[in-house]
């Protein structure tokens, strides 16, 4: 294929050849016997000769563009060979805004400006006024009739920690009720991670989960021994059915249900998440029957809780009796989980690869596994230190005199991480810090027990921190909903954000402090939210639990839309 030539020639464009010449003319060029024009005329500078010259041999020989990327290579390689490498500036790279962990370096910067200010003070005293979507209340109701006879026994094992496995319950007391089904009281599975033993009865009030469930579904402690007989008395002989996650009701109708009556006992291992987020009405309503209603914790776990709760208002006083819970996570296996760096140097790297191997043994260290840990701070993945919780809260307003209660597992190199904390808000508290030894002692080998305590505190404070996700914040989001008119009351940060924010070394803390009364009033005008499809009934009970309250009539009327 030939390079066409776009130069003017004596009339006519030939693709193969230069233009006419006098002095470089192709033997086989025809002679033109129009007048020449003016741009045909050849070079008189020398300049013009040479470029002439050099195109015209370009355009016959075609093949030397081959080689010009050689020709240009050749160059490049003598050029390098007269430069002294011992001159050329080494160009560092810089991290991006965010990916690193410099929130200490911020605090010693802004730390005389942060308890100087005092401008805050009633920051708890008006926090949450401003809800949108309007008043809501708890309508989930209990059946006044009988039930019909049963369809047989349905026995599950609830997985996972302390509110995976309310999870668990819930929606075994929803397929139990759809199905016409007697639920065995749910067992709890070992976990390799928590380490909990304990039963159900252990956690929750057990009889009382029966009696206010016993109207919608039967719940038993035990399957009569003539049922059992048929398996050799030994459960795991009992038709196991292996539930896709987050299966539709349906499923359970088409497919368990023929086998429930055949058998009369079935088995569901492992059960959590194992229903739908979005199901009919009926099957919600138990769920949130369950969930709201029935499930309430053990009398010594509760009788603990409520006294801490006492504790913590009677503290509070100088803010009539109202309190701030956080729940924190960062203990060992969530900081080494999570990939992110903190400042350690070399004794935090050895720890969390130690951790790492110990509790998921190989996950990390698979062939091609990167860990990236810039992009997991700049994402919002990395677990807030104490010390971000502290900047977040002050920055939103609240003051030293604000009492915390910390809800958290043994933190990770606490004595460094906790002490801006406590300088932050001296009035902060734990369990530990609350409870005397004889008080824990029955539950300090417990991790869902120990959760259950913390639960209870955090429900009842007037504002609830989530800083890394989970189902105990989600939960805790619903059920302070279902108690609260709707309204979360709980401070959702922006990790993102907060990322960049924490890593700009121009802020002053006025614009920071702007920015989190921002975030502060994004949470507020979150709090009340209705459920979406996809959404869990445990994080949005409205509408399916909740009902609007009707403001068209008066104040003291429960009348509902």
């Known amino acids: 294929m030939h390079a066409y030539n776009r130069l ?34 050849p070079p008189v500078t020398l300049a013009q000769r040479l470029s002439y010259l050099i195109l015209s041999l370009l355009l016959k020989r075609q093949g030397l563009f081959l080689f010009a990327p050689l020709l240009y290579i050749s160059a490049m390689v ?43 003070m009633d920051a708890i005293s008006t ?36 509110n995976q496995q309310r999870t668990s319950v819930c929606n075994a007391v929803a397929v139990a009720g759809y199905l016409n089904a007697t639920l065995l009281i749910p067992n709890f599975h070992f976990h390799s991670i928590w380490r909990d033993p304990s039963k159900f009865k252990e956690i929750y009030d057990e009889s009382y989960f029966i009696s206010m469930l016993e109207n919608d579904v039967r719940v038993v402690d035990s399957i009569p021994g003539y049922l059992m007989e048929r398996f050799d008395r030994n459960m795991t002989n009992v038709l196991n059915f292996k539930v896709k996650a987050w299966a539709p009701i349906q499923y359970y109708k088409d497919v368990v249900l023929p086998r ?11 059960f959590a998440n194992r229903l739908s987020f979005d199901a009919p009405p009926a ?54 989980f999570s990939c992110c760096v903190y400042g350690g140097g070399t004794k935090e790297d050895e720890d969390m690869k130690a951790a790492r191997e110990r509790g998921w043994k190989g996950k990390f260290t698979k062939p091609g596994r990167v860990i990236r840990p810039g992009a997991n701070r700049l994402n919002g ?16 307003g609240f003051d030293k005199s604000t009492s915390i209660y910390l809800a958290s597992g043994k933190i990770y190199d606490s004595e460094r991480h906790m002490a801006p904390l406590l300088e932050m808000f001296p009035l902060l508290q734990t369990k530990e810090m609350l409870a005397s ?77 702007r920015q989190m009364l921002s975030m502060r009033a994004h949470s ?36 509902v839309t």
């Not at 193969?16 to 086989?28: A, H, K, T, V, Y």
């Not at 989001?477 to 890593?503: E, M």
């Not at 709090?527 to 399916?544: A, H, L």
Request: aromatic share 8%; hydrophobic share 30%.
């Open 381 to 396: 993945k990395c677990p807030l230190t104490p010390l971000e919780v502290g900047l977040m809260l002050r920055g939103m």
């Open 78 to 120: 003598f050029l390098m060979g007269t430069v002294s490498f011992d001159v050329v500036p080494v160009i560092k790279h810089r991290s991006a805004v965010g990916s690193v962990y410099r929130t200490p370096q911020l605090y010693g910067r802004l730390k005389a400006e942060i308890h100087a200010d005092n401008s805050s």
């Open 8 to 41: 003017p020639g004596s009339g006519h464009n030939s693709p193969s050849s230069p233009p006419s010449s006098p002095s470089l003319r192709s033997p086989g060029l025809r002679h033109s016997r129009s007048k020449p024009n003016r741009l045909s005329q």
């Open 283 to 336: 099957v919600q309503r138990l769920r949130c029957l369950a969930n709201y209603e029935a499930l309430r914790f053990s009398n010594p776990i509760l009788s603990l809780g409520e006294s801490l709760v006492a504790k913590m208002k009677a503290r509070s006083a100088n803010n009539s009796g109202k309190y701030i819970s956080v729940h924190l996570r960062f203990e060992e296996d969530m900081v080494a």
């Open 437 to 513: 030894e004889e008080e824990l002692a029955p539950y300090q080998n417990f991790s869902s027990r120990m959760a259950a305590i913390d639960y209870t505190v955090c429900l009842h404070s007037e504002v609830f921190v989530t800083t890394q996700g989970g189902n105990f914040p989600h939960f805790l989001l619903g059920h302070r909903r279902y108690l609260y008119g709707g309204h979360s009351k709980t401070i959702k940060p922006d990790k993102r954000k907060l990322a960049l924010l924490l890593d700009n070394p121009n802020i002053g803390w006025k614009s920071f402090k």
């Open 260 to 270: 429930l009556l055949e058998e009369k006992v079935i088995r569901i291992s492992p």
């Open 127 to 162: 926090i949450w006024k401003h809800p949108k979507g309007g008043e809501w209340r708890p309508c989930t109701k209990k059946s006044s009739g009988g039930l019909p006879e049963s369809n047989g026994y349905i026995y599950v094992e609830a997985n996972g920690g302390l």
């Open 524 to 559: 507020d005008s979150k709090g009340v939210e209705m459920k979406r499809p996809s959404d869990s009934i445990y994080s949005f009970p409205c509408p399916n639990c909740m009902c609007r309250v009707n403001k068209t009539e008066d104040s003291r009327s429960t009348s």
